[in-house]
Structures are given as C-alpha cells and as structure tokens.
C-alpha cells in the first residue's frame, strides 16, 4: 500500500474505535488513537497474516501487551476483513466477545489474552522461541506502552530474548509520554528508553510513530537484523487524530459521550492528508 491509502485505513480504524467506545459507555480511547498508524502499519502492510485463515501455519503474530488498547486491535482486525465492523459495536457488552481487553478464545485473529501489564511481552518472547524450536518462519510483534515499562517484568524478557538471540521478534513502544495518572517522568520516568534496550543487547529503531515511512523503515531494518531481537521506540501523540483529546491524559480511560462523539468524528471525517515528521 501507498501512504495515503494506509492513512485511510488507519483513519477508518480511528473512526470504528471512537464508535465501538461511545457505544460502550467506556474504555481507552488515548492509547488506542495513539497506535492506530503502528497497528494499521502491521495489519495491512507488514504482516503475514489471512482474515480467511486466522490460524494459517506460519502466519506472524501480534500481542498486544498494552491490552486496555484493545479498541485499536479490534478495530484493525474489523477493516482488515476478520470480522464485519459491525460487530464491534458489542464492545464490553455483556456476553460480548469484545471483552475490554484481548481474548484469544473469543475473537479470530487475536494471538494472546492481554491486559496484566507486561504479560504480553513476555508470552511474545516465548512465542519467538518457540518458532525457533518449531522451525516455523512467522515473526512476533508486541505492541508496548511507555507506562508499561516501568514494570520489572518487561526487562527480564528483555533479557531473555537478547540471551537467546530472537532476531524474530519485535517490540514497538508506544512513547505518547501520558499514562493513567499523568505525564511518566511525573509518575515514574522511563527514559532513556532507546539507550535501556540498547543496554540489554536489542538493536534499536527510533521512530516517529505516525509516519508511514518511517514505520516501514524501521520494520524493514528489523527483518536485515540478524542475532539481536529489535525494538522500535515510536514517538506518538495520545489521542491523535482528535484534537481535543491529544495530549491529554485525562483521555486515557473515558468514553465519549454523545457531543463529543461528534466532535471526534468530525475531527476524522475527512480522508487523511499525508503527514510527513509525523506529528503534525
């Protein structure tokens, strides 16, 4: 795909999570906004990967370690064919299979149940292990919060998988600087992240986390390394695409209501212009 039609993907992935959320009545509209353009990146270009054959033998994989940006993966599966748009109206419903984090039992294309932070990074280092053992050539993706780092957990499977040298893993940090209760470097700083991961022996990619070029390089740059596991630190802006929510932590874990529904998809009506540097 060219940019501009991956930035429509991405804006009708935008749109669908603000839907799926107001009808809702809650959830985690920030974070998601923020990974919209890595998740489209992965689904629709990057991946290996068949709507029509969810569990297809050497496919790649996704975790979504930050889980409460569940809306967001929901989303890119539902533009990406897996499951009619539709569907995910039902989010956090009673009984729905769009539970407010991840279920891998419930919904096609979702490789791991997320939500305990950290969790996930380290189910995907032992996915990208098991590979390894099992000769199967799919490469792992895991999609980190910059909050999300600040767990111990995350470093030890940081050190695992430089030690075993899984060259076939993948771990995107979503750097919007805003967690739950506000900025990180107020609530406990995670930087410098790139020279952490450097440290533990991963080769690192920093990026602009909205710009399609710069996501394609640095997913390409991890394919040509060989011996060292890749992390691709992703500058982004929370709530990006909705103006009155970017950069607000306050958007974290509400749900619009009906004003602002309509405020956001006024916001992301019109087909996206292309953006070079990213955070414009």
């Known amino acids: 795909m060219n940019n501009k039609e991956l930035q429509e993907k991405a804006r009708q992935v935008r749109v669908l999570m603000i839907e799926a959320l107001h009808a809702a009545g809650s959830g985690h509209p920030g974070g998601s906004l923020s990974a919209a353009d890595i998740v489209t990146a992965l689904y629709f270009e990057e991946m290996n990967i068949d709507p029509s054959d969810p569990k297809k033998k050497g496919r790649d994989k996704f975790i979504l370690s930050k889980g409460h940006a569940g809306p967001a993966q929901y989303a890119a599966l539902a533009v990406r064919g897996y499951y009619p748009p539709e569907d995910m109206m039902r989010l956090r419903k009673l009984g729905s299979k769009f539970q407010g984090h991840p279920n891998m039992h419930c919904v096609p294309g979702i490789e791991m149940s997320t939500g305990s932070l950290a969790q996930g990074f380290s ?37 695992s998988a430089a ?118």
């Open 163 to 280: 030690h075993y040298q899984l060259d076939n893993l993948v771990a995107i940090v979503d750097h919007n600087g805003l967690q739950i209760d506000g900025q990180n470097d107020d609530v406990m700083t995670v930087m410098p992240i790139a020279e952490k991961f450097e440290a533990f022996g991963w080769n690192v990619v920093s990026i602009s986390g909205h710009d399609f070029d710069d996501i394609r390089r640095a997913f390409a740059e991890a394919r040509e390394c060989k011996g060292r596991p890749t992390a691709i630190i992703a500058e982004t802006v929370k709530g990006k695409g909705v103006s009155f929510m970017e950069n607000q932590a306050g958007w974290h874990g509400k749900a619009p209501d009906d004003e602002q529904t309509a405020r956001a998809l006024e916001d992301l009506r019109q087909p996206a212009e292309e953006e070079k540097g990213g955070q414009a």
């Open 123 to 159: 189910a995907a280092g032992g996915m990208a292990l098991a590979n390894r053992l099992d000769g199967d050539p799919g490469r792992i993706y895991v999609l980190l919060g910059d909050g999300e780092i600040q767990e111990g957990m995350i470093w030890e499977a940081a050190m």
